[in-house]
């Protein structure tokens, strides 16, 4: 049994809007709307923003479903940092004795985060590679003059006096690619990802030599082996020797690429249920 449900959009474009946004800017967001037989006038779109490496409140546009808002936002959350990858219907209660069905329809995150540390000649080319991929990229870099004047839009410039101070800022589950024109500043960022530990991939531009010196440097500071072992250098897949910053850009975005492929092929789809319990719906997966 499939239920279809058709909508006119014409007269109501302000949430389509709002998710193009969205998309464009590479946020997740998820789109709140009714799905009584008396359909609710309007939509809630509710993203979740970080702020100086701490998670807050969710930013909500409310697009009509005045009385719901809180409790559709309440829900909405928790299925947003799941990593909610289609759309449940939930039963959500408010006011005094009454309820709503509403569909919760994802807007999918980027398929990874990545921190850029240098923008050079290959992290630029790497920035024009991934232009066109579903990616958030934070680019880094002491030197503003460093950057181009545009950028893709899911592109954010930042120009710190301190790189090695966004590593803290970063999601857990975030890539680090560090190439700065330094190697005193990449042992320092090398140093902060790997002490901080939460990362899906940390790579560092440079030889096989360049690793060996900083795999010893690192240790003489106290850092762990095992934790050392988890950063690769030299970056990129193999079988590419071409050392033009194109050729290295792509070597490298393939590789990215392999690690989300292999971090989701071992990631189990996120539970409705269990995220479920703590709030007063019960969800069907459409």
């Known amino acids: 049994m499939v239920w279809l449900r058709f909508e006119r959009v014409a007269g109501d ?13 590479g946020r997740a967001a ?23 490496g701490e998670p807050q ?58 921190l850029l540390y240098g923008a050079g000649h290959v992290g630029r080319a790497l920035v024009q590679v991934l232009s066109g991929a579903p990616c958030r990229i ?29 590593v803290d800022r970063a999601p857990p589950d975030a890539c680090h ?24 991939w940390f790579g560092l531009i440079g030889s096989a030599s360049k690793r060996e010196s900083f795999h010893r440097r690192l240790l003489a500071r106290g850092v762990p082996a095992a934790s050392i072992g988890r950063m690769v250098c030299p970056v990129g897949i193999d079988g590419i020797r071409d050392k033009h910053p194109a050729a290295i ?15 989701a092929a071992g990631r189990a789809a996120p539970g409705g249920l269990p995220i479920m319990a703590s709030v007063p719906a019960t969800p069907t997966d459409v």
């Not at 690619?177 to 899906?200: K, N, P, Q, Y």
């Open 30 to 52: 998820i789109m709140v709307c009714g799905m009584n037989d008396d359909p609710l006038p309007g939509r809630v779109v509710v993203t979740e923003e970080e702020a100086e």
């Open 177 to 200: 690619l560090v190439m700065t024109h330094s190697h005193a500043l990449d042992l320092r960022i090398a140093e902060r990802i790997l002490r901080r530990g939460e990362f899906a």
């Open 249 to 263: 850009a792509i070597s490298i975005a393939a590789q990215l690429f392999q690690v989300r492929e292999q971090a």
């Open 57 to 114: 409140a969710a930013d909500v546009g409310a697009l009509g479903l005045a009385g719901l808002l809180t409790p559709a936002a309440a829900l909405a959350r928790p299925l947003l940092a799941s990593g909610l990858a289609s759309a449940v219907i939930a039963e959500v209660p408010f006011g005094e004795g009454r309820s709503a069905r509403l569909l919760f329809d994802p807007l999918p995150p980027p398929v990874f985060r990545l």
């Open 13 to 25: 474009e302000a949430w389509v809007a709002e998710l193009l946004r969205f998309a464009a800017a």
């Open 138 to 166: 934070d680019w880094i870099d002491e030197r503003e003059e460093s950057f181009p004047s545009r950028v893709p839009e899911r592109v954010r410039r930042v120009a710190v006096d301190t790189p090695e101070a966004e």
